[in-house]
Nanobody, 122 residues
Framework: QVQLVESGGGAVQAGGSLRLSCTAS??????MGWFRQGPGAERERVAT????????YYADSVKGRFTISQDGDRNTVFLQMNGVKPEDTAMYYC?????????????????WGQGTQVTVSS
C-alpha cells in the first residue's frame, strides 16, 4: 500500500508564498503531481513531473508562479507557490501514478494523499 503524506498548507496573504511537500512511502511510480479542488469546483491538475527527469507540466493558471520539484533521495515532491492569489484557495492533493500515452502531463492518479488546505486572503 502506497501512502502519500502532504504538508505545508496554511493561510497566506495574496502575493505571498507557500511550499507544499509530499512524501511517498514507496517509490515505484513514474509520475507525481499536485491537484487542487476549490469550493464548489472540480478537481484540477496543477502541476506534474516525471520522476528522475526535468519533464514538468503546469496548468496555465499557475505558470510562472508555481514550481514543482523533487528530492529523489527522500521520495519527496514539492510545490513552491509564489505570488499566490485568492483564486488559488483550495484543498491541494498530491498524487502518484503512471504515464498516459507516454506522458506524465495527463497521468492517471492511482494514489492520493489526504490533502492540505491552502487559503489565500486578499
Amino acid at each position: 500500500q502506497v501512502q502519500l503524506v502532504e504538508s505545508g498548507g496554511g493561510a497566506v496573504q495574496a502575493g505571498g508564498s507557500l511550499r507544499l511537500s509530499c512524501t511517498a512511502s514507496r517509490y515505484r511510480y513514474a509520475c507525481m503531481g499536485w491537484f487542487r479542488q476549490g469550493p464548489g469546483a472540480e478537481r484540477e491538475r496543477v502541476a506534474t513531473l516525471r520522476i528522475g527527469t526535468d519533464n514538468t507540466y503546469y496548468a496555465d493558471s499557475v505558470k510562472g508562479r508555481f514550481t514543482i520539484s523533487q528530492d529523489g533521495d527522500r521520495n519527496t515532491v514539492f510545490l513552491q507557490m509564489n505570488g499566490v492569489k485568492p483564486e488559488d484557495t483550495a484543498m491541494y492533493y498530491c498524487a502518484a501514478g503512471y504515464p498516459s500515452a507516454g506522458y506524465c502531463a495527463a497521468f492517471a492518479a492511482e494514489y492520493w494523499g489526504q490533502g492540505t488546505q491552502v487559503t489565500v486572503s486578499s
